[in-house]
């Protein structure tokens, strides 16, 4: 099913979807599947419900729920009102989510009752009241509830209006709310879709999150092409996962390469012959995780991606280019252009380092009751009017135009001098054949300025340590890039995006004194 140029709203997909294919199955999770038609009418009637309750166009409405058939069903009941989501993790906690509550004030909330006595112990301690809609115990998003007859789909809705707010960290201070429209978020998977190629026959199994922009966006995409979505609680236990992604026989995998990691041990066990597209994003994939992937998904493409929550997608590498380039992260996607700002503020579009800036449909409309860090993000572009992204990756382009990711600019080290990237230390380090993973953070220094400090996480049955590491950094790495020390942990902690948190490190450090490597 190609995209079409009247699809303006996100509703738009899912409506064309069951009219066009109403019996295709749209979702599958724990044992159920819906059809088009079936989401359609859960959509509508859960907004016919929210709309009773006061839920108009403009309104935010809380997603605080884990994976599941009512997550997608809730998503939708919000867009046919022309409401925003306000997707949030199960795993936040009540004091980060009543100041979310208190930030976004959204009229309702949509809840596991697994979660209620967090979401409960939220609502009491913020100022905002809201209307609670609970899934379980008796209850349920899909109703029965009369559909939403009086509310046209979209709920009257411009594309410029909000989809949703979706709230990411950095490195410091409360979450950001990061403004996504009507526009930005079908700009993003009619692009995305595009260069994938993504088909109605297609069906994708999403172990991500889908409170995470990577994870929402395989709804939306599968909508637009009338694809299937399989939908698994977590990857906490992929050999579960793994068996049901051949059960099912996906043609669609998105990972995260901390999700490489667990499969690469198990992959021998399974038939992965049904998948022929494999997706990476969250963080760059590593040269040798690239070959490990390619080798476990042999009938597979393999798209290396690279993103932000505030413009969803930046770039992608097209998979003939994997064996000349593994360590780029591509070119820019469909409808989007990009450049290098160096340090003199000087624009690049070939063989630079700088900040990397995004110019396209897809950049978000700023953060959320922020307007002094949606200013430093969102500055006037070369066009009259118009407002470009400037990321705070700093990158580099080789001659041809390819980007590589090098770090986040907060991240970015200054030793005695010199910028050092963790992302080029955390290369090295994964390239022993006893290292799964790799973490580099900034130590501070009385006379370097600072120091890199890795954390590692050896392979199963490792028997090298530190004394080995350093060996082995030194003969790849400059002087002033090697780490002070080496430090091994069992397993590297990760945020709920699948990443490596270092913060969580970072805080370690501050805790408890630091242990030697294991040897």
């Given at each position: 099913?190609?995209?079409?140029?009247?699809?303006?709203?996100?509703?738009?997909?899912?409506?064309?979807?069951?009219?066009?294919?109403?019996?295709?199955?749209?979702?599958?999770?724990?044992?159920?599947?819906?059809?088009?038609?079936?989401?359609?009418?859960?959509?509508?009637?859960?907004?016919?419900?929210?709309?009773?309750?006061?839920?108009?166009?403009?309104?935010?409405?809380?997603?605080?729920?884990?994976?599941?058939?009512?997550?997608?069903?809730?998503?939708?009941?919000?867009?046919?009102?022309?409401?925003?989501?306000?997707?949030?993790?199960?795993?936040?906690?009540?004091?980060?989510?009543?100041?979310?509550?208190?930030?976004?004030?959204?009229?309702?909330?949509?809840?596991?009752?697994?979660?209620?006595?967090?979401?409960?112990?939220?609502?009491?301690?913020?100022?905002?009241?809201?209307?609670?809609?609970?899934?379980?115990?008796?209850?349920?998003?899909?109703?029965?509830?009369?559909?939403?007859?009086?509310?046209?789909?979209?709920?009257?809705?411009?594309?410029?209006?909000?989809?949703?707010?979706?709230?990411?960290?950095?490195?410091?201070?409360?979450?950001?709310?990061?403004?996504?429209?009507?526009?930005?978020?079908?700009?993003?998977?009619?692009?995305?879709?595009?260069?994938?190629?993504?088909?109605?026959?297609?069906?994708?199994?999403?172990?991500?999150?889908?409170?995470?922009?990577?994870?929402?966006?395989?709804?939306?995409?599968?909508?637009?092409?009338?694809?299937?979505?399989?939908?698994?609680?977590?990857?906490?236990?992929?050999?579960?996962?793994?068996?049901?992604?051949?059960?099912?026989?996906?043609?669609?995998?998105?990972?995260?390469?901390?999700?490489?990691?667990?499969?690469?041990?198990?992959?021998?066990?399974?038939?992965?012959?049904?998948?022929?597209?494999?997706?990476?994003?969250?963080?760059?994939?590593?040269?040798?995780?690239?070959?490990?992937?390619?080798?476990?998904?042999?009938?597979?493409?393999?798209?290396?991606?690279?993103?932000?929550?505030?413009?969803?997608?930046?770039?992608?590498?097209?998979?003939?280019?994997?064996?000349?380039?593994?360590?780029?992260?591509?070119?820019?996607?469909?409808?989007?252009?990009?450049?290098?700002?160096?340090?003199?503020?000087?624009?690049?579009?070939?063989?630079?380092?700088?900040?990397?800036?995004?110019?396209?449909?897809?950049?978000?409309?700023?953060?959320?009751?922020?307007?002094?860090?949606?200013?430093?993000?969102?500055?006037?572009?070369?066009?009259?009017?118009?407002?470009?992204?400037?990321?705070?990756?700093?990158?580099?382009?080789?001659?041809?135009?390819?980007?590589?990711?090098?770090?986040?600019?907060?991240?970015?080290?200054?030793?005695?001098?010199?910028?050092?990237?963790?992302?080029?230390?955390?290369?090295?380090?994964?390239?022993?054949?006893?290292?799964?993973?790799?973490?580099?953070?900034?130590?501070?220094?009385?006379?370097?300025?600072?120091?890199?400090?890795?954390?590692?996480?050896?392979?199963?049955?490792?028997?090298?340590?530190?004394?080995?590491?350093?060996?082995?950094?030194?003969?790849?790495?400059q002087p002033f890039m090697l780490p002070s020390r080496i430090l091994a942990q069992m397993a590297l902690p990760k945020n709920g995006n699948g990443k490596i948190d270092k913060l969580a490190l970072r805080a370690g450090l501050e805790t408890e004194p630091a242990s030697p490597a294991l040897a």
């Amino acid at each position: 099913m190609k995209p079409s140029h009247n699809l303006i709203l996100l509703i738009d997909y899912l409506r064309r979807g069951a009219l066009a294919r109403p019996e295709a199955t749209a979702l599958l999770a724990e044992g159920r599947e819906m059809t088009y038609a079936e989401l359609w009418r859960a959509a509508r009637a859960l907004a016919g419900e929210m709309a009773r309750r006061g839920v108009r166009r403009g309104d935010r409405v809380l997603l605080f729920l884990p994976n599941s058939l009512e997550y997608a069903a809730a998503f939708w009941a919000i867009q046919y009102l022309g409401a925003a989501a306000v997707p949030v993790s199960p795993d936040t906690k009540a004091a980060k989510l009543a100041w979310m509550l208190d930030d976004c004030e959204p009229r309702a909330a949509l809840a596991d009752a697994a979660l209620r006595a967090t979401l409960e112990e939220a609502g009491a301690a913020c100022r905002h009241r809201f209307e609670r809609l609970w899934q379980g115990e008796g209850d349920s998003l899909l109703g029965p509830w009369p559909e939403a007859a009086d509310v046209p789909p979209g709920g009257g809705a411009l594309d410029q209006d909000l989809a949703a707010i979706i709230y990411t960290s950095g490195s410091t201070g409360f979450p950001k709310g990061v403004m996504l429209s009507q526009r930005n978020m079908v700009a993003a998977s009619q692009s995305v879709s595009q260069y994938l190629g993504l088909e109605a026959s297609d069906r994708i199994l999403c172990a991500i999150p889908l409170t995470f922009d990577y994870g929402l966006h395989q709804l939306t995409m599968s909508a637009l092409v009338g694809a299937s979505v399989i939908i698994e609680a977590s990857f906490a236990q992929p050999l579960f996962t793994l068996a049901r992604l051949v059960r099912f026989k996906a043609t669609v995998f998105p990972i995260v390469p901390t999700m490489l990691a667990l499969l690469a041990p198990i992959a021998g066990r399974f038939d992965f012959s049904s998948v022929r597209k494999v997706t990476n994003t969250a963080a760059a994939l590593h040269p040798e995780a690239i070959d490990q992937a390619r080798a476990i998904f042999r009938n597979a493409e393999l798209f290396s991606m690279y993103g932000l929550t505030e413009c969803h997608r930046c770039t992608y590498l097209p998979p003939a280019q994997l064996d000349a380039r593994k360590g780029s992260v591509g070119v820019a996607i469909p409808n989007t252009e990009l450049w290098l700002v160096d340090e003199a503020g000087r624009r690049h579009t070939r063989a630079a380092e700088g900040e990397l800036v995004i110019r396209g449909a897809t950049v978000m409309r700023g953060y959320w009751n922020n307007p002094a860090k949606t200013a430093e993000k969102l500055r006037p572009g070369p066009l009259p009017g118009e407002m470009v992204l400037y990321t705070g990756d700093w990158c580099r382009l080789d001659d041809e135009g390819y980007l590589y990711f090098l770090a986040r600019l907060d991240e970015v080290l200054k030793v005695k001098g010199e910028k050092v990237a963790p992302k080029e230390i955390e290369a090295v380090l994964q390239q022993h054949p006893d290292i799964e993973l790799a973490a580099v953070i900034g130590i501070d220094h009385p006379v370097d300025g600072q120091r890199p400090l890795a954390f590692v996480q050896p392979r199963a049955g490792a028997l090298s340590g530190e004394a080995d590491w350093r060996a082995w950094c030194q003969a790849r790495l400059q002087p002033f890039m090697l780490p002070s020390r080496i430090l091994a942990q069992m397993a590297l902690p990760k945020n709920g995006n699948g990443k490596i948190d270092k913060l969580a490190l970072r805080a370690g450090l501050e805790t408890e004194p630091a242990s030697p490597a294991l040897a």
